[in-house]
């Protein structure tokens, strides 16, 4: 059967209008003075594609002719689709998750201090290759390396663009062609694209598995070591843990065996606290300064997850062998850039003072929040949304867990406090939908048809958007 007006999906497409003719219209002509020429033909072309879809897609032939196919129908579409297109891609969001380092949500928040420290040096000249005393030439890595090595007591420091990085050099420089000891139970995948053996295969070490994913021995590594071996390996399992049955060798036993055999031992410590996080649960996280005390020769760490700076790999250890990276070519690849030399250094110097680092980073503040102040938040944001949208949601505060994720503590619960929402009108996953698509977006945790806020996550200014975001939600057609 055909639809009413007895046409077809084909014999109906063909009275789609043309881009052409959806540019004659005013509307859009006066759009042309607002926005680029091309970006309004390129977003009318995408609604007319948009609109051909729909219709092939349609089951019901009979329902075509509510389809209104008329050009001016297409401007609302069409205008959206140019905001999309010029307004930035990379915007802020609002982190109601409670995963405090959300690498999908751009892992740690800088401080207040690091982001004047990065407005400064992005907005002026700077002294990042210029050493003031003596009035020549200097190094980007002078900024950094002797605060590192105060920080950590490290013989020597040097920073490049990411923890991964980090390790690809130091495999790269130690034991390109040669074999690298690791146990079974540390060749891990981080986040998708940082898999142990695949990072060793680029840098043209030999991988040498040792010991089963449970059980690894001292003496696994022992019998491995042979005249083309280059390094032992140590990878903190960050966002897994293995319980029951289990065995690793320790720090000590590693460092024991390097020097045995002068072999250096390398430990990619993946999160890398500087401080003693100061609660039983957090405390287990191995601290950078603790791997060096146990005499590791060389550890990695990344920037933007415990530490709470920026993205970069920080690399300490000790000078016979951090020397050798500093020269090894592909540092110049992998180096790091101004903004980050400034961020991770106005950061870094909050660890002089721990106490100040606890309340000026926001990652570690996140983390160490007491409930109590989180189960008051909670109670603030829920009395604000009953105020506003009592009677399309169901508004309740109930204790929660949150992750500190990045990778950094995978089994330590942080018990949270959360304002559990649920809608009256439309389904959890449509006002999900809506909130991810308000301004600024609005990312919540969805657990038994509820949309939890976790408030650990979220900063103060941001609850008179969340509440404005759950406000918009109206019907249907909002
Ligand atoms: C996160 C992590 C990495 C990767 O660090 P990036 O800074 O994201 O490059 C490498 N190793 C371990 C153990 C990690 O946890």
Redesign the pocket.
Same mark, same amino acid.
């Given at each position: 059967m055909s639809s009413e007006r007895g046409l077809s999906k084909k014999e109906y497409l063909r009275k789609l209008s043309g881009v052409d003719e959806v540019l004659k219209l005013s509307e859009i002509q006066l759009m042309m003075e607002l926005y680029p020429r091309e970006v309004i033909v390129d977003a009318t072309r995408l609604v007319i594609d948009d609109l051909r879809e729909h219709i092939m897609a349609m089951e019901d032939e009979n329902k075509l002719a509510q389809v209104d196919l008329s050009r001016e129908a297409m401007v609302p579409q069409v205008k959206r689709r140019v905001e999309e297109i010029v307004s930035p891609s990379l915007r802020r969001v609002i982190n109601a998750t409670g995963v405090v380092i959300h690498?999908n949500l751009g892992r740690s928040i800088l401080s207040q201090e690091a982001v004047r420290g990065l407005l400064e040096v992005a907005s002026h000249y700077s002294n990042l290759e210029f050493d003031l005393k003596k009035g020549e030439r200097g190094s980007r890595y002078s900024h950094l390396t002797e605060l590192i090595k105060t920080l950590t007591k490290a013989e020597d420091a040097m920073v490049v663009n990411?923890?991964?990085? *980090?390790?690809l050099l130091a495999l790269a420089a130690f034991a390109k062609g040669r074999e690298v000891i690791v146990s079974r139970g540390e060749l891990?995948e981080?986040?998708g694209s940082?898999r142990?053996p695949d990072v060793m295969r680029e840098s043209g070490a030999i991988l040498h598995e040792v010991g089963a994913t449970n059980k690894t021995y001292i003496s696994d590594y022992r019998s491995a070591i042979n005249e083309n071996t280059a390094l032992l390996l140590k990878?903190?399992?960050?966002?897994f843990k293995i319980v029951g049955f289990t065995q690793e060798a320790t720090i000590e036993e590693l460092v024991e065996l390097g020097k045995e055999f002068d072999l250096p031992v390398m430990y990619?410590?993946?999160?890398g606290v500087l401080v003693n996080l100061p609660s039983t649960q957090l405390a287990e996280e191995p601290t950078a300064a603790s791997a060096l005390k146990a005499g590791v020769d060389v550890i990695?760490f990344?920037?933007?997850?415990l530490l709470g700076g920026p993205? *970069?790999?920080i690399i300490i250890g000790k000078t016979r062998y951090i020397s050798r990276l500093k020269r090894y070519p592909l540092a110049r690849a992998i180096r790091v850039d101004k903004f980050t030399i400034a961020a991770l250094e106005t950061t870094l110097r909050a660890y002089f003072d721990p106490q100040k680092a606890f309340e000026e980073i926001p990652t570690l503040r996140m983390i160490m929040t007491p409930l109590e102040e989180l189960r008051r938040n909670a109670g603030k944001l829920a009395e604000m949304l009953r105020v506003k949208v009592s009677d399309r949601f169901g508004i309740e505060v109930k204790d929660e867990i949150s992750r500190a994720g990045?990778?950094?503590l995978p089994l330590a619960e942080l018990p949270t406090s959360v304002v559990s929402m649920t809608p009256k009108f439309c389904s959890t996953v449509e006002a999900e939908q809506k909130l991810r698509g308000n301004i600024p977006p609005i990312i919540v945790r969805v657990k038994e048809e509820k949309i939890l806020l976790d408030v650990r996550t979220i900063l103060p200014e941001e609850y008179n958007e969340i509440v404005e975001g759950f406000g918009k939600i109206e019907s249907r057609e909002s």
């Open positions: 690498t990411n923890n991964a990085s *980090a390790v891990v981080i986040g940082f142990i990878v903190h399992t960050s966002n990619d410590l993946g999160s990695t990344s920037g933007d997850k993205q *970069a790999g990045g990778g950094a």
